[in-house]
């Protein structure tokens, strides 16, 4: 099985802060859902942040499809392949319209605007979106927002997805329409969630992050133990 990424002694530190995270380990192969759990402040979006270049660690490597990666040349590449849906979706919209802000990645990879348009309309009726298509991102519910960041990632349609606390938000009927829409994905995940029955229906393993560690990848605890909780 090979590995999408593997993380080896990571240790990062926000400026003038102490570690969040100290000698971190971290491998996702090809076919695999992990589910990241962890208190807040425990460095969960940290650790997804650091996989995809936006932050830098201070020790350790990582490797990303078969190449270390150090620089920001190194990172654009992990960049066009993993996708990561923010935890804040106003850190993903920036766009007036809603067919605008899924457009900007496929647009930016170069694809022909007919291309483009063809893949919002595929991404938004596959997440059953249209009725969203032209409205101004700014006024959408907090919900709304969320799924058309995902809406976003989807479209420039990466080898892996990087979920931050996707179903934070989203009523129940849409928090099942989100697994289903999951369950179907071919990619390989990482997703970060403090819903245990969420975690259970779209992974398959969990790691918990704490005190700057990861713990190893294990099975889900029994439905009944794990009713609420990180
Ligand atoms: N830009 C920043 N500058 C300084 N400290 C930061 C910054 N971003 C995050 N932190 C701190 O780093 C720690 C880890 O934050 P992170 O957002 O990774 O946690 P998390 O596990 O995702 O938490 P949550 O479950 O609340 O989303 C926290 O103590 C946070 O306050
Ligand atoms: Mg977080």
């Known amino acids: 099985m090979s590995l999408l990424f593997e993380l080896t002694g990571i240790r ?80 993903q919209l920036f766009c007036p319209t809603v067919a605008e802000d899924i457009a900007f990645g496929p647009l930016n990879l170069g694809k022909s605007k007919a291309e483009v348009m063809d893949r919002v309309d595929r991404t938004l009726d596959r997440l059953r979106l249209r009725h969203l298509r032209d409205r101004v991102t700014h006024k959408l519910s907090g919900g709304e927002k969320r799924l058309v960041s995902l809406a976003t990632v989807l479209a420039m349609e990466p080898n892996v997805l990087l979920l931050d606390e996707p179903s934070n938000g989203l009523d129940e009927a849409t928090g099942e329409r989100l697994v289903r829409i999951l369950n179907d994905l071919p990619q390989a995940f990482v997703v970060i969630s403090h819903d245990a029955r969420f975690r259970r229906a779209v992974t398959g393993q969990q790691c918990r992050i704490q005190d700057g560690r990861i713990g190893p990848p294990r099975p889900h605890p029994p439905a009944a133990s794990g009713a609420l909780g990180t």
């Not at 969960?44 to 920001?72: C, D, I, W, Y």
């Not at 993993?82 to 979706?89: C, E, S, T, W, Y």
């Open 12 to 91: 990062f530190a926000y400026p003038g802060r102490p570690p969040v995270l100290a000698d971190l380990g971290f491998a996702l192969a090809e076919g695999e859902r992990i589910a990241l759990t962890g208190p807040n402040g425990a460095g969960k979006s940290t650790l997804l942040h650091l996989m995809l270049g936006l932050l830098r660690p201070q020790a350790g490597t990582l490797v990303a499809f078969g190449a270390p990666r150090r620089n920001e040349r190194d990172f654009l590449e992990v960049r066009r392949r993993a996708g990561l849906v923010f935890q804040d979706p106003d850190d």
